[in-house]
């Protein structure tokens, strides 16, 4: 009996198989979300699923750091060492869980895939760069395994975007459970929202924010760290000027590949508009920034699905967003006419956990020095091998 965090499926005919971990935090903040992957020849026969939440200090020090105008060398470095360490610390904590244990043992797996905690996501400009921290060299130490890790570094040093990264994995999984890609879009709603078509040639960007924005509102007027259900925003009334003035950000008009982040999409940005504007009361903005979320997935899924004439189209959604009924009944009404709204769940991986089993993906890709093709999604200049890799 595989247990409920557990997805287990049909195995291909070869009998070699490899285990990988994918370890990611995203720009939420919401902790360290793990996921074990089991391939055996070209299909993903298990996977195994865990979430750390990250200590109070800990997301402080990481959201002081991303929103940080100037940085302290000293305060960085620490903060780097201690993330690394939490990282080594849950997939220890993984490695120990009943659900673990009866399929394999840590000494089983070939690499962990580290995405890192984004601080600076800046990909366009004279000398483009992001940057992900959480010291890798700390769990090698820790877990006496590979490590994986600077994914994106290495697609914008090819000229990429450096994200999206997850568009080959999600090809690669649904692909196989026989599931035809070319009838899927996967929207993943983490504090920035991306989109992937799938198909022959994979592609995708990021369509703009998603939960950051909410989140963040909802923490300064609610003292809570994210609104539930979206309960508080339902209460408000969608300000149409707000709206269209969010909507005007020349973001939006810039054509794929593109990626942002919360460095862009912010509350000084929110505020520098709010200003110019008649009061608007924070349950308002709050409901207006549902309606601007979903607006600009929505354009840009429309455009996806206009440009390359497909019906019946399924939109697969990951990512934290999926729990907030506000956020997809509105994404439902808004697509209806061109596609299906549905959580992962509906196609065998828990929501929650997509991306980090991309980076486990990527990790097994990096281990065999797999040459990967991301020009259709970040532009990068070549094919090549993502990543950085150190040994125990």
Known sequence: MIPSNTTSIASSNSTTAEWFIGIMSGTSLDGIDLAAIEFTGDRVTKILTKSVAFSDQLKSDLKNLAQ?????????????????RAYADAVQTFGQTQEFTQHLQLSDVKAIGNHGQTIQHSPNGDRPFTWQIGDPHQICQALSLPVCYDFRRMDVAAGGQGAPLAPLFHHYFFASQNIDPSTLIILNLGGIANITQLGEAPSGFDTGPANTLIDNWCLRHQQTPFDTGGAWGAQGQCNSTLLQTLLQHPYFSQPPPKSTGPEIFNLIWLESILKDLPFVSPVDVQATLYQFTIETIALAIEAQVLDADLPNINVVVAGGGVE????????EDRLQRCASVQSSNHFGIDPDFLEAAAFAWLARARFHQQILNTRPFTGAAHPLVLGSMILP
């Open 324 to 331: 907030n009924t506000v956020l997809m009944k509105g994404l």
């Open 68 to 84: 940080a105008t100037s940085i302290e060398f000293q305060k960085l470095g620490e903060v780097d060492v201690i993330l690394g």
